[in-house]
């Protein structure tokens, strides 16, 4: 009889293959040789861990194939896989809650939205059974305020007939799309001018219902209080799952949540008490210590320099870099995604005539980080963002032959690796010990502020043809404050990759104080980032590609002045 037990390589195997939409993965295949990222992998530790396999998110970014994750892979024991944390009552206010307060302005109107393709069989009864079942599954989407504290409500408490507007489009031709198109960015400011977390209203949703014979689309518009990125893709997730029982004629049944967001906040919370969190301390302050250079004209005046009134500029990177930059680059220099995306940054920084010889940048992580390591938090819909600074050292970084992919990449490439891999957790203590140490809060809130934000968003599948995926046609913002939000910073990136029919694509979207910067000055910026990035995928084909630094190595004793050594030692031999 034939043996018809699912192996941890055969059950990766497919995890990977849904993930990346691509038929058929193979143990000899890498995570990274296949695109993946951090955020991915966040993904991909909760496909795994819901099918019996306990896994960190170290594991798949640092295993080279499939069949040696599946060896690291450990069974799940049946205890954490039972029963689900229902995250009901009051939430701890977490690190990014804390910096949202001290931002000031108007945190009801600070949202994000993204619009989705709705099936042409959808009728009104459905969709609010769709909606129904998102609702009662994620308590964030049912958080309200009282006396300041946010509380999650229990589910049924928050109504789906209540957060959907139906709006209808039937008979809008091709030559009305773009008409319609603007109708949706009239109904999404609308719509966030509904949202309110004392009333308890996290999200509104609009569906553009195209009639019968057509696809419609679905906006929904979330306050930014209870959704990040990798939020995003649970709750399409879980439109198409609850769509696909109400077809079946079933009540849906969505995915338990293992840890709530109220359980990660109570998690935070005993993290920052703990020693290792204060041990931190002298690493941010040395970050900090040299202060801040001021880009522009003058300094950020949250008076005045305000989120709805920032300029903006939108720039694609097409897929015959991106394909490379994501798969085979990473592989070939050693590097992860994002190491690569601010090795270019760093480039175009050192090119760039308004910045000195140092930036003090602020990053955001996914913040989804493994204390304990039994959190799971791949579907737990929330804000987990993290923001902490770091400094980029830009000497030496602008000679000519980096253009051409010559030795200088490898050099801004070794300056990023080591400063990112010396980062703490990733990030995670800067926020503990800013927002939620007392006397750490005092150091730290005392230094000069970021002048630039990088955020990358990790990669989006577009499939074509599918419904209740992002439709990039009509808008999708991953940070759309509403007027009167201070800015954060004199300059912001936001970058994210959508798949394309061509293959993957850039998109980054920039946006500035128009009183501190020119519009010439930023799209120099992002024009030259976006050179520096060819450049990374031209250096990793010349033979003496790469930038090894001692965090690449196993032999734990070998620093990185020791490792320079050696490497011109061969040079010479």
């Avoid at 490379?324 to 992860?336: H, I």
Wanted: aromatic share 6%; with cysteine.
């Amino acid at each position: 009889m034939e043996n018809d037990v699912t192996t941890p390589e055969q059950i990766l195997c497919g995890v990977l293959a849904d993930l990346f939409a691509i038929p058929q993965v193979r143990p000899q295949d890498g995570f990274v040789r296949l695109g993946g990222d951090s955020i991915i992998a966040v993904q991909v530790v909760g496909a795994a861990r819901r099918a019996g396999l306990a896994l960190t998110v170290r594991d798949v970014l640092t295993q080279p194939d499939v069949a040696s994750l599946a060896a690291t892979a450990r069974p799940l024991a049946p205890a954490r896989r039972s029963g689900q944390d229902d995250g009901i009552g009051p939430i701890r206010p977490t690190p990014i809650m804390h910096w949202l307060r001290e931002r000031g302005g108007p945190a009801d109107s600070y949202y994000q939205f993204l619009v989705v393709r709705t099936p042409a069989e959808l009728t009104e009864e459905a969709a609010h059974s769709v909606l129904q079942a998102v609702l009662d599954r994620h308590d964030m989407l049912r958080l309200h305020t009282v006396d300041g504290v946010p509380h999650t409500r229990a589910a049924g408490t928050v109504r789906a007939e209540d957060c959907l507007l139906r709006v209808r489009t039937d008979g809008a031709d091709t030559a009305g799309e773009v008409e319609r198109a603007g109708e949706v960015e009239r109904e999404v400011h609308a719509a966030r001018d509904r949202l309110s977390t004392a009333d308890g209203v996290l999200l509104q949703a609009v569906w553009f219902d195209a009639g019968p014979a057509r696809p419609g689309c679905l906006a929904l518009v979330v306050n930014h209080l209870v959704v990040d990125g990798i939020s995003w893709r649970v709750l399409t997730g879980d439109l198409a799952q609850a769509w696909a029982a109400v077809t079946a004629g079933r009540a849906p049944r969505l995915d338990p949540v293992p840890t709530s967001f109220r359980r990660w906040s109570e998690l935070l919370a005993a993290e920052a008490a703990d020693d290792r969190s204060a041990a931190e301390l002298p690493y941010w302050s040395e970050v900090l210590r040299p202060g801040a250079d001021t880009l522009g004209r003058r300094p950020l005046d949250p008076a005045r320099d305000h989120e709805d009134l920032a300029a903006h500029l939108a720039l694609s990177l097409p897929a015959a870099t991106v394909g490379p930059l994501l798969t085979s680059v990473p592989e070939r220099l050693g590097a992860d995604t994002n190491e690569l995306l601010l090795t270019g940054l760093a480039l175009a920084l050192a090119r760039w005539p308004v910045c000195g010889p140092s930036l003090l940048v602020d990053l955001e992580g996914h913040g989804r980080e493994e204390i304990p390591a039994e959190a799971d938090l791949s579907r737990t819909v929330g804000w987990f963002t993290t923001l902490f600074p770091t400094r980029f050292t830009l000497d030496g970084l602008d000679a000519p032959d980096a253009a051409h992919g010559g030795p200088t990449i490898a050099l801004a490439l070794r300056r990023t690796k080591e400063q990112l891999r010396a980062i703490p957790r990733k990030g995670l203590g800067y926020g503990l010990l800013r927002h939620l140490d007392p006397y750490a809060r005092q150091v730290l809130a005392a230094t000069d502020p970021a002048q630039l934000g990088f955020n990358y968003l990790g990669r989006f599948g577009a499939a074509a043809d599918a419904d209740w995926q992002l439709l990039p046609e009509y808008g999708a913002r991953l940070d759309a404050p509403g007027p009167g939000m201070p800015m954060a910073h004199p300059v912001e990136v936001n970058a994210f990759v959508l798949d394309s029919a061509d293959g993957p694509v850039l998109h980054a979207v920039w946006a500035w104080a128009p009183g501190v910067l020119d519009e010439p000055q930023v799209r120099a910026l992002a024009e030259s980032w976006f050179r520096m990035l060819a450049a990374l995928v031209a250096h990793a084909d010349r033979p003496d590609a790469g930038a090894a630094v001692a965090a690449d190595l196993t032999l734990s004793t070998i620093d990185q002045d020791e490792l320079d050594d050696l490497a011109a030692s061969l040079d010479v031999l």
